[in-house]
């Protein structure tokens, strides 16, 4: 709760308290905080770590892996892990050390595109309703978000990915690929969330008197909004992206284990967890549990970066 | 102004060296240092001093509620002739709230929000007095009535936050008074309220006094509150007692220098009608630790001398119930009108 | 008086929810629209000619214009009559009604136990001294979120149920055939559930509750003669329990997502699983009829919650 957290001076800012136009969030002094709260909290560079670790996987995955990662070997086949096969391998004798390294491109691939589709579908959206918040246009954009977020996540996903189908359906001279299809539908999903976020970060900037200010000296409310409020309410903006990438990851892997995600011949951790669903019973865990801890660190990591997040930059909303 | 009682053989309270202290940091900060008094029944005694004086811990130790690591390190406590310090935990919870009750500062915090009044007071009467649910009940109204609330039985199935904070406070006091308590130790009961709910309060509190013959100890920071109601007075500063005795010679002849700055401070009371501005006692309340050596005011005191740094003063009888712990008391009596000023 | 200000209250809820709920009606039937090609061609399959096609579309309306379509499906809906399903042609009414008793079944012992472990930790924690670090619960409570639940059932069911087999390593074993076997066919699906949110409740309820026990009238309670027990556990647990119960209503959505994907890895026969096989056979009614009442029990449980929250809280009236 807020009362626990000791006043920082840098965050008696207007932001978080009284009405001080001598500092605001973006200046110096509230990020210099921000970033030494950030580096003294243990588990936020842990998650920071894990995110570093996983984006470096991804581009460098073909530099990490051992094997093809689709290379067929059935006569090394449900191997245990050993020094030729970390992870050891799975039903047809493909290196699971490897596809789990490549798996890592497609995991962020479609992370950064939902939570990038995202914002740039729901940030508009809830920056707008915000804006004009009470209006009819307030209600309109935020009773259709409702609609989206009265569905859980996954959920939504899974309905929506099985009407479209996992064939590949070709506009014109493009072919939208699975993964492109999961990136669309995740990002849909997404938005109306993220408008909210954004729109009730909006609201509570609006009646600051920074705002009033600008407006009194004839700004628009395009020129207010951009330049005024969104830089202002960019903090809960920020944290709630870090949790959607987690929200993304989770998504993605959970349409894959379904068999409606990522398709093969492209590996992916949940549809390798899948596949070994049915070699649990013969004792084969290898098969699952790498695959398995791979999604629940890239989680883990983004969940703690934005726990850390949230703790550094509003201390008051942390705990 | 009441005339105080005659005392009795046998005092309703009494506190002898009383210390309490809370370790922090380091360092123990000896919140009540060696403070002693007697409250007969029917009496008010109003304890008075700055924010950190130690008033507020004095009447939480007497219910023996300092929380941890705060703790009695010494001292006596003896209500109605029995030793609070050596009671089990079971027999201390029955004095809390039947034998010795508790007013609160905060009315509107003190009640459970969640709770209707009816809940609160029926229970805390049923703990007390071992009675049924509908005689409970009835005993609430009829307490209800006592502290003057109009439509008591409406009131029983409202939740806190829809009463004033006067009334509040007036539930407060029927909850305090329905277990037949014979102490009530009422800590700032009306500071949080406004004036004219201020005089209600404190002439409930009187009259049950009366009807009742409930010792009252009347804990504020506002001395002049204090001399509407008390018979007698103990000042206390940074955990030590400064002065006690009958309020109207305290207030008239105050010996000690902290009192008489204290009255000074007061407006209505002892500011000179010559000075515009209210004096302040310069310096703050110190936080009295080991180190401390002499009188504690000394830092503060515009009559210190040497001696006063060197040993702490005790407390000395004077004139009718009074005493006090100057060095200087005695000396400084001879010429009261020089007393007034303050070091600045 | 009370009451009918609650009632208003509820009635004035239920009103706003209207556009929602039919947005939500909206958005799962439009689901046919996404469907690459005649929804109909599943059904027939692939060799079926053009005019079998046009005749079966004919049949079930799907000549008509979309929202001739939706408003005749909708009317229809609420009535609870959802269609056939296209691949078994079981009444898709039917077909949820055998399947909503096990996603309840799953979801309420799933709150159950989540309860009855995070209020005495939550408590535990709050009132005794000797705490675990606040790191190391708050890394619990990030693994509770972070694990994936379908991971977690393949794992425990080869621990659990192959290894140990103190529990049914999958398959559904309905009540009739015996309680105990049926507790361990919905047991570890359950704990699994529990364990999403058991940190996240119990943090928010430690936390509330050191928010409460810190407030006056605790102390005042004490000064009363009140016993420690009963303050902790009544006094501060109601009040606590207020802010708590708005997290529990947000968990729900984490433990619907939650059912559908362990319905799935233990093959038990719940909504979940009806909606994840009604994706595979591409059963688009079937899709429609459970998206809308999943969206339409989640709309309406957080309002449940919102009214037990200003029940509860007297603070609160409308």
Known sequence: MAHMTTPDPALTTDKFGTLDDESRPEHTGFLAGALRRFRRNTLAMVGLLLVILLIGTAIFAPMLTTHDPNAIAIADRLTGPSATYWFGTDNLGRDIFSRVIVSARVTVTVGFGMVTLAMVVGLPLGAVAGLYGGSWIDEVIMRSCDVFIAFPTVILAIAIMGAVGTQPIDIGPFTIGNVAKVIVVGGIVLAPRFARVVRSSVLKERPMDYVEAARSVGASDKFVLVHEILPNSIVPIVIQASYYFATAVLTEAALSFLGIGVQPPQPSWGQMLSQSQAYIFGGDWWFSVFPGLAIFFAMVGFNLLGDGLRDALDPRGAR | MTVAPLTPPQPLLEVSNLCVDFPSEGHTVFAVDDVSFTLAQGEITGLVGESGSGKSVTSMAILRLIQPPGKIRSGKLRFEGQDLLTLDDDAMRRVRGGGIAMISQNPANSLNPVMTVGDQLTRVIRLHLGLSRQEAYEEALRGLRQVEIHSPERRMVQYPHELSGGMCQRVMIAMAMAPKPRLIIADEPTTALDVTVQKQIIHLLDQLRQRHGVGVIFVSHDIAVVSQIADKVLVLYAGRAMEQGLVNQVLTAPRHPYTRALLASMPYLGASKLRQRVPVIPGHVPNPTAAIKGCIFAPRCAHRIDACTAERPVMVPVGNQGAVACLRAEELAEAPSRLTGVRI | ??????????????????????????????????????????????????????????????????????????ANALQGEFGMSFVTQIPITELIAQRLAVTLELSVIAIVITLLIAIPLGVAAATKQNRLPDHTVRFIAVAGVSIPDFWSGIILIFLLGVQFQWVAPGGYTPISEGLLPHLRSVILPACILAFINLALITRMLRASMLDVLSQNFIQAGRSFGIAERELVWRDALKNAFIPTLTVIGLTIGIMLSGAVMLETVFSLPGLGKLLVDAVFQRDIPVLQAVLTLIGCFYVLVNLFIDVGYSMLDPRIRF
């Open chain 3, 1 to 74: 008086m009370q009451i009918s200000a609650l009632g208003r209250y509820i009635i004035k809820r239920l009103l706003l929810l209207i556009p929602v709920l039919l947005g939500v009606s909206l958005l799962s039937f439009s689901l046919i629209k996404l469907a690459p090609g005649s929804a109909v061609t599943y059904m027939l399959g692939d060799q079926a000619s053009e005019a079998m096609v046009r005749a079966l579309e004919r049949q079930l309306n799907l000549d008509q214009p979309f929202f001739t379509q939706y408003f005749s499906w909708l």
